[in-house]
Each structure stands twice: as C-alpha cells, then as structure tokens.
C-alpha cells in the first residue's frame, strides 16, 4: 500500500527531468524526491519507442523496492514513446508523464483565439509520435499545431551551455525561424531540457508568444495527483525547518551529473549514486539506499 512517506521518483534520460525535479522541490518542499538520470543512454531523443520503453522499464524495476509512491516520466521523449506501456505494465504504481499536462496548460494559454496557433519544439522521437499534436487537438480541435524537432538542444543543454551562449542563441535562431514567421501565438517547451534555455527561446520568439514550461506544467499534475489521493508528506517546512531529501541515481558520470546538476538546481546534491546499465538488469535486489533526510 502506498504511504505519504514514498518518495516521488523522477525520471528523464540526464539532466532535463531536474527542470521537473526543480519544480516539485518548489511546490512541496516537504517531499523526498530521487531522481533517475540515465545518462548511459543520453539522449533518449533519436532512438526508437522499443529501445526507450526497454529503458524506462529497467527505470521503474529499478526504483520500485524503493517504494515511491508516485513515479514521474520527466521526460517528454519517454512519455510519448512508452507511458501507456509503462502504465499498463505497472499496475500498483501510480506513474504519469509531461505531455498531458504540458497540452492542457498549452491550450488554457492561447485563450478564447478560435484557431490558434501553437507551436512545439521537441526531440526528433517526440515530434515523429505526434503525442502533443493528439493532445492538444483533442482539446482544441481547430487549433494549428506546428511541430519542429530540435535536437542539437539536448547535448548543448548537457554540455552545461546555457541561456547567453552564442550557439544556443544561433541554434535557436536557426531552428526557430519557420515558427517566427508564423506568428505563433503559444510555444511549447516540448522537452524537459528546454527550461534550462528559455531564457533564450524567450529573446529569439519575442514577448508576444507565450511560452509553456512543460517542466513546470507536470509538476503541478503530480502535486495535484497526490493531493487528491492524500498522499502529501503533512510536514510545515517554514515552522520545522524540514525539507524533503533528494538522492539521484545516474548510469554514467556521477561527477558531472554532480557538477551539472547542483548548478542547475542551485544547491549542493547529495553524490549522485551510480548504477551501471548492466546492474539494472538485476532486478530482485532490494535497494541498499535508504531514502531519507
Ligand atoms: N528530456 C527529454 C525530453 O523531455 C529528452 C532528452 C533526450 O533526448 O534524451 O524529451
């Protein structure tokens, strides 16, 4: 049975699901959070619906003796590639992923407009399953939907390359041209990676176009997933001064996971623990890692 005291898991394939992570240490404060950077297999983005399913699987195997009470795909690639699977195939787990979230908040921000036009940059694998332009029509049937992939973000975005870098901005500036002249009226940040340079994506679409943080968006679905289940930690951080832990797990580099990491979330991490791709695949084990403040 589920308890308020499992810690969230979050899952991407490096250093984007933190955008999520970020998000979730902000909303509830109180909750143990671990986190999963499969960083072996970065990125997630070009490699085909089985291989990334079989990836997430071993994830979720992986985390599931730790107990956590709700498991978050923070990565948009995973998402549209295997959530349904890894819903169906995780019955008593409760796990939910960005792009349902990131669709509804979409439409919400394009307002009354009866046809407008929104726009989703994304990983090759996210923009080819076409999951947002599903979501977000189902929701908005006339709406224009403009897809673009953008796949040198990610390994920027790990080389820790950040807003005022001069190739993200002509990146940027180069991938983003089509849409500028279609006068978009909402962006998404279809990528848990793309947080991490939105101040750019901001200069490069102008301030008339809303841009939708899918990072943000899933993190508020999961506070409101748990709350309606009674599953939040019942802990007041600002009178007891307790905050939630936060233990990553990575399949390669912990140190520069570590380095990367503590600057995007502003704080010193706990070292990351590193488990290798070939010791995922030992299932049984119960987890020597205790998950606490
Ligand atoms: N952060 C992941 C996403 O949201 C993808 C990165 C990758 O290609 O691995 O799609």
């Not at 990334?52 to 730790?66: E, T």
């Not at 508020?220 to 009674?230: E, F, I, M, S, T």
Request: positive net charge.
């Amino acid at each position: 049975m589920k308890t308020a005291a499992g810690p969230i898991a979050v899952i991407d394939s490096g250093l984007g699901g933190l955008t999520v992570a970020d998000a979730l240490r902000k909303a509830l404060p109180a909750e143990d959070l671990i986190y999963f950077g499969d960083t072996a297999h970065l990125p997630y983005g070009n490699k085909s619906p089985a291989t990334v399913a079989g990836f997430v699987r071993q994830i979720i195997q992986f985390l599931s003796p730790m107990k956590p009470k709700h498991v978050v795909i923070a990565c948009n690639t995973a998402t549209a590639l295997c959530l349904p699977t890894m819903v169906a195939e995780f019955p008593e787990i409760s796990v939910s992923g960005v792009i349902e979230p990131g669709a509804r908040a979409a439409v919400v921000a394009a307002g009354a407009k009866p046809v407008p036009t929104i726009g989703i940059i994304a990983t090759e694998a996210t923009v080819r399953s076409k999951a947002y332009g599903r979501a977000i029509l189902q929701r908005r049937s006339m709406a224009q939907v403009l897809l673009r992939a953008t796949p040198l973000l990610v390994p920027m975005i790990e080389e820790g390359r950040s807003s005022d870098d001069p190739v993200v901005d002509l990146a940027l500036r180069q991938y983003l041209q089509g849409m500028i002249s279609r006068k978009l009226d909402v962006l998404v940040l279809g990528c848990t990676h793309y947080p991490l340079v939105k101040k750019a994506i901001a200069r490069v679409m102008g301030n008339k176009v809303r841009l939708i943080d899918s990072a943000e968006q899933c993190a508020q679905d999961v506070a409101l997933r748990l709350r309606r289940k009674h599953l939040l930690r019942e802990v007041n951080v600002n009178a007891s001064g307790e905050v939630g832990s936060f233990q990553s797990f990575v399949t390669d580099d912990p140190d520069r996971f570590a380095t990367l990491a503590a600057r995007f979330l502003r704080m010193k991490i706990r070292p990351p623990v590193l488990v290798e791709p070939r010791d995922l695949y030992i299932l049984a084990a119960p987890a020597p890692w205790k998950v606490s403040a």
